[in-house]
Nanobody, 125 residues
């Protein structure tokens, strides 16, 4: 599976952006699709994940109520709709695919098998 993230950019605080992650191969139902982010000098942190088969979603506390992860099986694409953006949301955003992950392992990047190249999101005041 090859992943291509896009949709990043510069946005004012309070604004919105939608990130996309297109997969070159078929995303099977056993996959979990996740979004992570990494700011300069910080570790990569979990943002959100969706189980491709059942559709259940998990969010980091920092983005709950502001971000929404979704998937389009026909397009093999995962989206991250980001609203009410804050300065602290500034980071490189990465999509990832993990095989048969259990809920307790969704937030650890080490459990994901495939990664996209990242797309930069910069929130300005």
């Amino acid at each position: 599976v090859q992943l291509q993230a896009s949709g990043g950019g510069l946005v004012q605080a309070g604004g919105s952006l939608r990130l996309s992650c297109a997969a070159s191969g078929r995303i099977f139902n056993d996959y979990v699709m996740g979004w992570f982010r990494q700011a300069p000098g910080k570790e990569r942190e979990f943002v959100a994940a969706i189980k491709w088969g059942g559709g259940s979603k998990t969010y980091a506390d920092a983005v709950k109520g502001r971000f929404t992860i979704s998937g389009d099986k026909a397009k093999n694409t995962v989206y991250l709709q980001m609203s009410s953006l804050k300065l602290e949301d500034t980071a490189g955003y990465y999509c990832a695919a993990g095989w048969r992950l259990i809920t307790s392992s969704l937030s650890n990047p080490i459990n994901y098998n495939y990664w996209g190249q990242g797309t930069q999101v910069t929130v300005s005041s």
